[in-house]
Each structure stands twice: as C-alpha cells, then as structure tokens.
C-alpha cells in the first residue's frame, strides 16, 4: 500500500506563497487520485483540491479557487499543491490523501498522510 508524505510547510506572510509537496512511497502514485485537505484545532477536515489519476480535471474548493494549484507529477511519483496570495485564514495542518477508486472533495479517501502546518501571519 502507499504511504504518504507531506512536505513544504512552514510560516509565510500574507500574500506569500508555499509549495507543499506529497511524496509516494511503496506504490506508484498513478494508480491513485489525490486530495488535499486542511484542518484547524476544533473544526472538521476541510477540503481543498483535488487532482484525478490523469491529473484531467482538478477542482477545487472555493476558497482556494484561483489562488491554489493541484499538479502531479508521476514521473517523481509526488503531488503540489501550490498556494499563492496567502490569507491568515489559510493556516492550518495541510494533509494529502490518496485513493485507488475515490476522486471527490469528501475524506473517502484510504490512504492519509501526517500533515504539514502552514501558518500564514498577519
């Protein structure tokens, strides 16, 4: 089975940028679709985008829409997340997750990394 590993975490002002990575290892990250989620203390997981098995067709959630980028590269066997114009209400532990049948914005998915924090101050 896969396991998953975030990376690219850190503190940034606003209006900065971080690229969070997602690193496969034990299979080969082709064979699955890819999310990233975020969470802060005391709410739900919350989704932020999402790339297919072709990496055809990403989508994101709305508050990531035109700020956020979801690329794979099967090649390095890994998966970005590329975040631009960052807010305060961006900080949060950011985890990728990875499954071989699911593709959607809901935490269906098998395989869960440990999370990044990206803290974004003010």
């Known amino acids: 089975q896969v396991q998953l590993v975030e990376s690219g975490g850190g503190l940034v002002q606003t209006g900065g940028s971080l690229r969070l990575s997602c690193a496969a290892s034990?299979?080969?990250?082709?064979?699955?679709?890819v999310g990233w989620f975020r969470q802060t203390p005391g709410k739900e997981r919350e989704f932020v985008a999402a790339?297919?098995?072709?990496?055809?067709?990403?989508y994101y959630a709305e508050h990531a829409e035109g700020r956020f980028t979801i690329t794979r590269d099967n090649a390095k066997n890994a998966v970005y997340l590329q975040m631009n114009s960052l807010k305060p209400e961006d900080t949060a532990v950011y985890y990728c997750?990875?499954?071989?049948?699911?593709?959607?914005?809901?935490?269906?998915?098998?395989?869960w990394g440990q999370g990044t924090q990206v803290t974004v101050s003010t």
């Open positions: 034990g299979d080969t990250i082709r064979s699955y679709a």
């Open positions: 997750a990875g499954d071989r049948v699911y593709y959607g914005q809901l935490t269906e998915y098998d395989y």
């Open positions: 790339i297919s098995w072709t990496g055809q067709g990403p």
